[in-house]
Nanobody
Framework: QVQLVESGGGLVQPGGSLRLSCVAS????????LGWYRRTPGKQRDLVAE???????TYEDSVQGRFTISRDSAKNTVYLQMNRLKPEDTAVYYC??????????WGQGTQVTVSS
């Protein structure tokens, strides 16, 4: 089993930045993929950004060019740098890892609120 602990959420004004962190309880170098998802009330969790074991990154269209996913294997941590935040980015952000295809774990989530 893999535990994931997110941090870095909070309240930020439109146009501001936040960096989310997700620390894994295992060596992330061996994980098939790491990703960030978000959920707003009444909706399912949607993919925001993902990085694969080989380093390939994928972004949801609305965050392309504003958000950057990265990882630090030495710290077993994956990051989501969020710039030029908009009110519609307000959500609970979750970290997810797929250890091997079909086996995945979620973090507990961290709230991001973008408001003036």
């Amino acid at each position: 089993q893999v535990q994931l602990v997110e941090s870095g959420g909070g309240l930020v004004q439109p146009g501001g930045s936040l960096r989310l962190s997700c620390v894994a309880s295992t060596n992330i170098y061996n994980l098939d993929s790491l990703g960030w998802y978000r959920r707003t009330p009444g909706k399912q969790r949607d993919l925001v950004a993902e990085i694969t074991k080989g380093g390939t990154t994928t972004y949801e269209d609305s965050v392309q060019g504003r958000f950057t996913i990265s990882r630090d294997s030495a710290k077993n941590t994956v990051y989501l740098q969020m710039n030029r935040l908009k009110p519609e980015d307000t959500a609970v952000y979750y970290c997810k890892t797929e250890v091997v295809p079909g086996v995945w774990y979620w973090g507990q989530g961290t709230q991001v609120t973008v408001s003036s």
